[in-house]
């Protein structure tokens, strides 16, 4: 009987996994039962079961179910208590190692972000960040990949005052800062050289939330002169970290 209970479990958190991971905002019992190899008549008792619960709601006309009000209550508990600091604390060591360079985490305050933490490398010239000190969100590769995955009405707003520059190579056109978050958006990740701190070189990502919006952002940083000759290689192990937390968020 044991076994038998928890088959049952087991096939119910079949179902209700297969919604999150079917690509699309209904499911019929049919397709379920395929999909997992079960008859329909098990499935429709499990999700007779799930509908008295809230976690599924069917359409009378179409007869095909969709996620309920109590899953989505579970989703947003699960996502309440995850702390991005802890999240990526083994993260941020294990890729200054990986790359031989600093890694940092900034979260975004309004219109600037700061750094809340960083790990550097055991080698004789490092760089290193103040944290908690503001940058504002257009100067820096950790500033920028917030920016660029920010909403569209939020960029514009963001981009229609005067910018200030910290560096000589801080962007400020507008129309220049437009096709750098473009270029960013479509390869993950932003590049700086320069334009925060001189002498500097950095690539930043960010970790997107279930909406896809930046929750916060891991950047490599390094000295300029050393950093460009591995850019290419610190973005790749950059964005493997932030693929993972962001799938820790519900990003897909």
Same mark, same amino acid.
């Given at each position: 009987?044991?076994?038998?209970?928890?088959?049952?479990?087991?096939?119910?958190?079949?179902?209700?996994?297969?919604?999150?991971?079917?690509?699309?905002?209904?499911?019929?019992?049919?397709?379920?039962?395929?999909?997992?190899?079960?008859?329909?008549?098990?499935?429709?008792?499990?999700?007779?079961?799930?509908?008295?619960?809230?976690?599924? #709601?069917? !359409?009378? @006309?179409?007869? +095909?179910?969709? &996620?309920? *009000?109590?899953?989505? =209550?579970?989703?947003?508990?699960?996502?309440?208590?995850?702390?991005?600091?802890?999240?990526?604390?083994?993260?941020?060591?294990?890729?200054?190692?990986?790359?031989?360079?600093?890694?940092?985490?900034?979260?975004?305050?309004?219109?600037?972000?700061?750094?809340?933490?960083?790990?550097?490398?055991?080698?004789?010239?490092?760089?290193?960040?103040?944290?908690?000190?503001?940058?504002?969100?257009?100067?820096?590769?950790?500033?920028?990949?917030?920016?660029?995955?920010?909403?569209?009405?939020?960029?514009?707003?963001?981009?229609?005052?005067?910018?200030?520059?910290?560096?000589?190579?801080? #962007?400020? !056109?507008? @129309?220049?800062? +437009?096709?750098? &978050?473009? *270029?960013?958006?479509? =390869?993950?990740?932003?590049?700086?050289?320069?334009?925060?701190?001189?002498?500097?070189?950095?690539?930043?990502?960010?970790?997107?939330?279930?909406?896809?919006?930046?929750?916060?952002?891991?950047?490599?940083?390094?000295?300029?002169?050393?950093?460009?000759?591995?850019?290419?290689?610190?973005?790749?192990?950059?964005?493997?970290?932030?693929?993972?937390?962001?799938?820790?968020?519900?990003?897909?």
């Amino acid at each position: 009987m044991p076994s038998q209970t928890a088959a049952t479990v087991e096939r119910a958190a079949d179902i209700l996994v297969r919604f999150a991971e079917a690509g699309t905002d209904t499911l019929g019992v049919t397709e379920i039962a395929e999909s997992l190899g079960m008859s329909k008549a098990a499935v429709h008792r499990v999700l007779a079961s799930f509908r008295s619960r809230g976690l599924v #709601v069917l !359409d009378e @006309d179409s007869r +095909r179910y969709s &996620l309920g *009000l109590t899953a989505m =209550r579970l989703g947003l508990a699960y996502l309440d208590r995850i702390d991005v600091r802890r999240l990526a604390a083994p993260e941020l060591p294990a890729l200054s190692r990986l790359t031989g360079e600093t890694a940092t985490l900034s979260i975004r305050t309004g219109d600037t972000r700061v750094y809340i933490d960083q790990a550097t490398p055991e080698r004789e010239v490092i760089m290193s960040v103040s944290l908690g000190v503001p940058y504002p969100l257009h100067a820096g590769g950790s500033s920028k990949a917030f920016l660029a995955f920010l909403p569209e009405a939020d960029i514009a707003r963001y981009l229609d005052r005067s910018l200030e520059s910290l560096t000589p190579a801080t #962007v400020t !056109d507008p @129309d220049r800062l +437009r096709t750098d &978050l473009t *270029l960013i958006r479509r =390869r993950g990740y932003a590049m700086s050289i320069a334009e925060r701190q001189s002498g500097a070189a950095s690539v930043a990502a960010p970790i997107l939330d279930h909406h896809g919006r930046p929750t916060a952002v891991i950047s490599v940083c390094g000295p300029a002169e050393r950093f460009m000759t591995e850019a290419d290689a610190c973005a790749a192990a950059l964005l493997q970290t932030t693929d993972r937390l962001s799938a820790h968020l519900g990003h897909h």
